[in-house]
């Protein structure tokens, strides 16, 4: 499987989770001990992200769009993506993202999020 099939793979589970707003759901794509770097001061682990992703809007929603990937082992896989976060009351919000993906025994899951608000 390609690289960016794989992340395509673990971001289509995690859009799936954002716009359905499963905070427990997105959580899952991610390690036990990820590093999550919102738009919010940084938390460690899935706790955080449900956390993080309950707070948020419903009908929130996430468009993706692949813009780099590196293979840095063979059980991490770096991704650069810009993202559109649409919402019902205001206009789209657009960041970049950078994520690192680490091979589990399961799955390929998200270990380290990193959002970036760029002008």
């Known amino acids: 499987m390609s690289d960016a099939a794989i992340l395509r793979g673990v971001l289509d589970r995690w859009k799936a989770a954002v716009d359905a707003h499963e905070p427990e759901q997105v ?24 956390e993080y992703y309950a707070s948020q809007p419903l009908g929130m929603t996430a468009d993706y769009r692949i813009m780099e990937t590196r293979r840095l082992a063979d059980d991490l896989l770096l991704g650069y993506l810009g993202v ?35 002008p």
Do not use: E, K
């Open 27 to 50: 959580a899952a794509c991610f390690t036990d001990d990820a590093i999550f770097q919102g738009l919010h001061p940084y938390t460690v682990g899935r706790t955080g992200v449900a």
């Open 84 to 118: 559109g976060f649409a919402f019902t009351d205001r206009p789209t919000l657009t960041v970049n993202l950078g994520v690192l993906l680490r091979r589990t025994a399961d799955d390929w899951s998200i270990a380290h999020y990193q959002v970036s608000l760029l």
